[in-house]
C-alpha cells in the first residue's frame, strides 16, 4: 500500500464503507447521466459546463470504483490517490486515466472559480468522461 494512500487513510479522507458494494452500481448511473449531459452541454457550445459535468462524470466513475472495494472518500484529492493505489498500481486502470481525472480536477476548479474554460479543454474532458465510464462499468461488471 502507498504512503499517501495510508495518509488517506490515517486523516480519514478514506474511510471504510460497508455499504459500498451495494452503492457502486448507483454511482455508475450517476457517471453515465453526468458523461451524457457533459456532451449535450459541448454540443450546444456550454463548455464551462461541459468541463464541471465531464468532470463529475469522472469523479462518479472513480467513486464506483472506490464503493466497490468497500471505501469512501472525504476529499477530492484523496479520492484520486486511492483509485492510484487500488487500480492504477495493481494494473487493474491505465495511468492515463487518473491523468485525465487530475486534469479535469483542476480544468473544473479553473471553470468554478477563476471562470476560464476552453473549448479543447472541454472536448478532452468528455471524451475522458466516456472513457471513464467504459472502463469502469467493465471492472464492475456492468458492460
Known sequence: ???????????????EFTRGKALAAKELRIAREDFKTAKQSYDRSGYKWATVQAYYSMFHSARALLYAKNYREKSHACLIIAIRALYVDQKLLPLSLLEYLQKAKMLRENADYSNEWSREGARLLVKAAEDWCLKSETLLGKR
Open 1 to 15: 500500500m502507498n504512503a499517501d494512500f495510508k495518509e488517506c487513510l490515517r486523516k480519514r479522507k478514506i474511510t
